[in-house]
């Protein structure tokens, strides 16, 4: 499966993470290109490149077609973040910055420790019920978090740290997929050895396209997100989609 159905949007399985992206010229040009490339998929957050990631997106894209996904996250950083007021201020500054009226995936970027699920879930889903959000998901949780985020709202996708090297959220997967959610995994290309080499030397692709093939492997819901700044590497992680790896059991050893 090549692409994969994201908060209402058909999008290739690869999508783009945009932490390090500015308002420079080549950055904005670099996202035009990446779209007419074929990516559909673009994750930012509030606090990106202190926001100049989501203006450099804005910017790029306004006016773009409804069929390129951008998501973007709000909450995160000292405890309080996750306040509703705090979020609703985010919110504007993204739906701003972003130049449209609705966000097609919108993330609680942390869950708050001062802050009960519920409020901060709820600021979001006041932003849904008026047509300025379209889906909802939830950043860095467990099973458990994933299971209370979803007796207040429907949850699209989950977005946590996850690579060929730290699997620590197998459990989350594994959950994602039994429940038809959304697992973005963020850092996917961190992580290598011997089995990644020879299985990009076999065939006859790089080491990243190779660990996204397999986390492409690890189940139908993953759609990781590598960063670039790079229409090259872009292509190269798209390219991930098409790459059988045949017997990959070595490749994870």
Not at 46 to 51: C, I, K, L
Not at 85 to 108: C, K, P
Request: net charge negative; aromatic share 6%; hydrophobic share 40%.
């Amino acid at each position: 499966m090549t692409t994969f159905r994201l908060a209402g949007v058909e999008v290739p399985r690869v999508g783009l993470g945009t932490n390090r992206l500015t308002t420079a010229p080549e950055h904005v040009a670099f996202v035009r290109e990446a779209v007419a490339a074929g990516l559909r998929h673009i994750d930012t957050a509030h606090g990106y490149s202190g926001g100049e990631s989501e203006r450099a997106i804005g910017e790029a894209l306004e006016g773009a077609a409804e069929d390129v996904l951008v998501a973007t996250k709000g909450g995160y950083g000292d405890a309080g973040q996750g306040k509703p007021e705090v979020l609703e201020a985010q919110i504007e500054q993204s739906l701003r910055s972003l130049r449209t009226d609705t966000i097609g995936l919108y993330y609680l970027h942390r869950v708050d420790p001062e802050t009960p699920l519920e409020q901060s879930l709820g600021a979001i889903k006041a932003y849904v019920d008026r047509g300025a959000i379209r889906h909802i998901g939830i950043s860095a949780v467990s099973v458990e978090q994933i299971e209370h985020a979803r007796q207040v709202v429907p949850i699209a996708a989950v977005q946590n740290h996850y690579n060929l090297a730290e699997r620590e959220h197998d459990d989350v997967v594994d959950y994602c997929e039994r429940e038809g959610i959304a697992f973005v995994p963020y850092f996917p290309l961190h992580g290598s050895g011997p089995g990644v080499a020879a299985a990009a030397q076999r065939l006859g692709v790089t080491e990243n396209t190779v660990k996204l093939a397999w986390l492409l492997r690890r189940s139908p819901v993953v759609a990781p997100i590598p960063g670039t700044r790079s229409i090259d590497h872009l292509r190269e992680n798209l390219a991930a989609v098409e790459v059988d790896l045949g017997d990959a059991d070595d490749i994870a050893a």
